[in-house]
């Protein structure tokens, strides 16, 4: 297998964009991970017919650990990485999280150091770190003073023994009472912190349960599951993607236009004079185009749904009108209003 241990890598997993990775040693995974290792994989052969194995990786910049299997990673060049980044740096939105993952794809961690302390490295461990770590020395330290001590005295006891009993008798084997040891405050804030710190250990060891080893090879290019072969054709998928900011104000825009079109029609709809048919027709157009642009539940919560669904339901109405506004409800919202009959 090309995928030995420290080996750089471009993994996908479903649901989410390639991300360079690093192939590590099984040995030294923490034990939760290992625990978590499938006992078989689901998927096709690769193309050159070599079956699939299972790999152990560890993702750069987001520290996530994952089964994955070997048709679902490719070798990560240092060409490639540099192309990356060098193209990253022209964009002018930027994503520092996988940016970060390639510079380190481009000198990656020693594969031990990695495991341990993740993408920041040992120097990117926190006071308080290296403060939790002292007090747990020094709580083993004690620890083991305190069992030396209880093996002495149970050592002096047996010195201290009698040899000479009558005959017939049976020497009683003197149970020692456990001794109780009382924790001082700093001790107690010591195991409280060790336990804290263990609970964030497993927290952090934990991945997203979504991804695992169910969906191989299903990567459908519609829905954006899938390795992209060369970094032009990602990049061109990318630019395409508009920023937050502009599907953000376009959305303003768009309801903005909604609501103009709204007064327009309830106030026409609601008129007690005579409606003007063209402009309420081109009205409804206007609102069905709208709709696309819109959030759905924007139209379910206006006024102006309610005085559609009446305008359908009223019988002294325009004729005209009311078939109009029931094919736009129909359209737009897949609605059926029945006009009221003589009985309501």
């Known amino acids: 297998s090309p995928f030995v241990p420290t080996t750089v890598v471009l993994a996908k997993v479903k649901g989410y964009p390639a991300w360079p990775a690093m192939v590590l040693e099984e040995s030294l995974l923490p034990a939760n991970i290992i625990q978590k290792k499938p006992k078989s994989i689901r998927g096709k052969a ?3 017919g070599k079956p699939a194995i299972i790999l152990p990786v560890r993702f750069f910049s987001d520290d996530t650990y994952i089964w994955i299997s070997s048709n679902d990673v490719k070798l990560l060049e ?3 990485v540099e192309e990356f980044l060098k193209t990253s740096q022209g964009k002018r939105r930027r994503d520092n999280l996988i940016e970060f ?3 380190l794809a481009l000198d990656p961690p ?3 150091m990695f495991v341990k302390y993740g993408s920041k490295g ?3 461990r926190s006071k308080e770190d290296d403060i939790e770590d002292d007090f747990e020395e020094e709580f083993e330290e004690e620890e083991e003073e305190e069992e030396e001590e209880e093996e002495e005295e149970e ?3 047996e010195v201290a023994r009698p040899k000479k009993r009558s005959r017939g008798a049976k020497a009683l084997k003197v149970k020692k009472a456990p001794k109780v040891t009382k924790l001082t405050k700093a001790q107690e804030k010591k195991i409280a912190a060790q336990k804290q710190k263990e609970e964030e250990k497993k927290l952090l060891a934990e991945y997203d349960s979504d991804w695992g080893l169910d969906d191989f090879n299903s990567f459908n290019k519609k829905e954006g599951n899938y390795i992209f072969d060369t970094e032009e054709e990602q990049r061109q998928v990318l630019d395409n993607v508009p920023a937050a900011a502009v599907i953000q104000e376009e959305l303003a825009e768009a309801h903005q236009r909604f609501l103009a079109v709204a007064d327009d029609l309830i106030e026409q709809l609601l008129s007690e004079d005579a409606v003007n048919e063209k402009f309420v027709f081109k009205k409804l157009t206007e609102f069905e185009k709208l709709f ?10 206006s006024k102006l749904l309610r005085v559609m669904i009446v305008t359908v339901r009223k019988r002294d109405g325009n004729e005209k009108i009311r078939e109009r506004v029931c094919k736009s409800l129909k359209q737009a919202l897949d609605i059926d209003v029945e006009q009221n009959s003589e009985a309501d």
């Open 46 to 48: 690769s193309k050159k």
């Open 78 to 80: 240092k060409s490639q």
């Open 101 to 103: 993952a390639y510079q």
């Open 110 to 112: 020693d594969m031990e």
């Open 122 to 124: 040992s120097q990117g």
């Open 155 to 157: 050592d002096e006891e």
């Open 292 to 301: 696309k642009q819109i959030p759905k539940t924007v139209v379910m919560k």
